[in-house]
Structures are given as structure tokens and as C-alpha cells.
């Protein structure tokens, strides 16, 4: 027990979702198998986890590497990939591994379907996520994909559209931009595909950072949900503060005996969490 004699407590809600445990479970396998994984885009949105799996074998690459590479086994993680990843990684002779979610191959499903039904498609989400550039591909990027309600030119949108959302978006913000655009007079087919994986965590969340004094969030720095979660916490706990790994720890953050809750995303592995609970349990 170090100095501080901080009390520490990690989420056990908290850590990977089931998404992307398959995702990293198939990687897993392949690197105990043959050593080598080209994985196309980052597996995971967290850097300490990234680091892990290359020290195994799994190289990183993106669109431009993929085409120059022959006969190699690529994984696709779970965010899932539009249909040219596909085209292009066979045209090589690659072997692919499918790692995409299985609620993410549903989404892009329904959205094939509302395309051929001549919809008029919009998607909340973040436009150069990986999950988003997927969903679009499917339909040759002819969605409207806006991040904010503030970036919607509400003189060009349809008198009806069908609203889908990138997975990890808050479910409040999600329902906040349809009611604003009923208001405006448009009619949304409202599709809420947000993953309950993750908005069922903002409930648990808001509980547990409540508990405590002060809150270590763990999450990366480009983790979409990561984004999210962290401000549920925060709004709970003022005193919440968001690290990417146990170095960014700083002991000017805690007094004495102090309660302190550690908490992550669902790209956030619990190994992780506990090497943040040995740095607190050393201060």
C-alpha cells in the first residue's frame, strides 16, 4: 500500500465488449498459429492493447498497404469493413479473417434493405469512423452522415428521411437530434441501432462513479465510446479523470484515504484497468 492509502475499486461492468473479444479471441488464435496477422485498421481503438498484440506478430495496415500485399492472412476487426475491403483483399489471394461484430453485419443488413427501398437515408455518427465508413460503403456512400445536429442544412433535407446511428453514439443525443428535426416538420423512420452493449453501460456507469471520490476513467484517446462514457462519468463525478495509461497517473490528483472508482470503455481491456489499480494502490 503506497503513501495515499487510496482505496480502489475497478468497474467489473466495465472492459471489452463481446464484439470486440471475439475480434481479439480470432487474432489471438491465428498469432499462437502461424506468428504473422495483417490486421486492417486498428483492432481495437486502444493503444496499450494494440502494442500487446503486435508484440505477438500483428502487423497494422491500412487500405493503401492491403493492396500491395499478396497471399497474407488479413483480419477484419470488428467495426466491419465495406464491400471494396472485401474485393480487394481476395483480388490479392489474401485469406480474410471476419472479426466484424456480429450486431454490426445486422446494421449494415438493414442498411442494404432501407437503400433498396429507395429511403432517404441520414446516419449520426462520426464520418471517419471505421464502423461509419463501413455502414456507408454498403450503399456506395450515399448516406448523409453528420455528426451534429448543428451540421444538418435543414433547407436540403427531405420532408421524410430513415435515421440510423453509428453504434456507440449516446442514445440521448441520438433522440434529442430526432425530436429537433420532427419540430423542423420532418418525418424520421427512426432506427436506433445504437448498441445496448454499450448505452446499458451509461446507467451502471452514472451509479458507479457516484460511489466514489474521485474516478480514473481508462479508455483511448480515438475510442468513440470511450468519448462518451468518460462525459457520463464526469457529469456524475466532477473529479473524473481520463488516462490512457497508467503513466498519466499523476499523485497531485489524490488526497489521503480518498475512494477511488477505475472505469473504461468497451474497448478498454481489464488488464489494463488492473495495471492502473497497482499504479493507484502504489501512490
Not at 487474432?27 to 486492417?40: Q, R, T, V, Y
Request: net charge negative; aromatic share 8%; hydrophobic share 35%.
Amino acid at each position: 500500500m503506497g503513501r495515499l492509502n487510496l482505496h480502489v475499486e475497478i468497474d467489473d461492468k466495465s472492459g471489452f465488449c463481446f464484439g470486440v473479444v471475439g475480434a481479439i479471441e480470432k487474432a489471438e488464435k491465428e498469432l499462437n498459429d502461424s506468428g504473422e496477422l495483417f490486421c486492417l485498421g486498428e483492432i481495437v481503438h486502444n493503444d496499450e492493447e494494440v502494442k500487446r498484440l503486435e508484440i505477438q506478430g500483428m502487423i497494422n495496415i491500412t487500405m493503401d498497404d492491403l493492396a500491395m500485399i499478396h497471399k497474407k492472412t488479413v483480419l477484419f476487426r470488428a467495426h466491419g469493413e465495406p464491400p471494396e475491403s472485401y474485393k480487394l483483399a481476395l483480388s490479392n489471394e489474401n485469406r480474410i479473417i471476419d472479426a466484424s461484430c456480429p450486431i454490426i453485419l445486422k446494421l449494415q443488413k438493414r442498411f442494404r434493405e432501407s437503400y433498396e427501398k429507395g429511403e432517404s437515408i441520414y446516419l449520426y455518427g462520426k464520418p471517419n469512423h471505421p464502423e461509419v465508413i463501413g455502414l456507408n460503403g454498403q450503399i456506395g456512400n450515399r448516406a448523409v452522415v453528420f455528426g451534429h445536429f448543428e451540421d444538418l442544412d435543414l433547407s436540403q433535407v427531405p420532408k421524410k428521411i430513415t435515421l440510423y446511428s453509428q453504434t456507440t453514439m449516446s442514445i440521448e443525443s441520438f433522440y434529442s437530434i430526432v425530436n429537433k428535426l420532427e419540430e423542423a416538420g420532418i418525418e424520421v423512420i427512426v432506427k436506433d441501432t445504437i448498441c445496448r452493449q454499450v448505452s446499458h453501460r451509461e446507467p451502471s456507469l452514472r451509479l458507479f462513479s457516484r460511489k466514489f471520490s474521485k474516478i480514473v476513467f481508462v479508455a483511448g484517446k480515438r475510442s468513440s465510446n470511450g468519448s462518451v462514457l468518460f462525459n457520463v462519468c464526469r457529469q456524475e463525478n466532477p473529479s473524473t479523470f481520463f488516462v490512457s495509461s497508467p503513466e498519466e497517473i499523476f499523485e497531485r490528483w489524490f488526497e489521503q484515504n480518498e475512494s477511488v472508482g477505475i472505469c473504461g470503455a468497451t474497448s478498454t481491456p481489464m488488464w489494463l484497468m488492473k495495471n492502473v489499480e497497482r499504479k493507484l494502490l502504489s501512490l
